[in-house]
């Protein structure tokens, strides 16, 4: 249940994909909130909805915010390196917390 290369390629183009419908839906929402938060429109809010309660569709909001956080500090040239030059994993407890890297 993991993200393989075929399933990020699919995602990737997810408008020609065979994904379905909902996951398409999902996607053009998390596309908008990440580029153009004012592109929402009511095509898109009524699309949603038929896949989706208003919960669930806060629930996707709050989710792809809480994974975008960081554009603000990269946008204002704030963002710190965990260790300057270097890539370093992302790792998350059993509570999905980031765990710094020692």
Same mark, same amino acid.
């Given at each position: 249940?993991?993200?393989?290369? *075929?399933?990020?390629?699919? %995602? !990737? ?14 996607? @053009? ?9 004012? !592109? ?8 949603? @909805? ?7 569709? %806060?629930?996707?909001? %709050?989710?792809?915010?809480?994974? *975008? ?18 890539? %370093? ?5 059993? *509570?999905?917390?980031?765990? @710094?890297?020692?």
């Amino acid at each position: 249940m993991g993200l393989d290369e *075929n399933m990020a390629a699919k %995602v !990737q183009h997810y408008e020609t994909s065979d994904l379905a419908a909902h996951h398409k839906a999902a996607l @053009r929402l998390a596309d908008a909130l990440m580029t153009q938060p004012g !592109q929402i429109d009511a095509a898109l809010r009524a699309e949603l @909805r038929t896949h989706f309660t208003d919960d669930q569709i %806060v629930e996707i909001t %709050v989710d792809v915010m809480k994974w *975008n956080y960081q554009k603000v500090s990269v946008a204002l040239g704030v963002d710190a390196e965990v260790r300057p030059g270097e890539l %370093v994993d992302l790792i998350f407890d059993e *509570n999905g917390h980031w765990v @710094r890297p020692s």
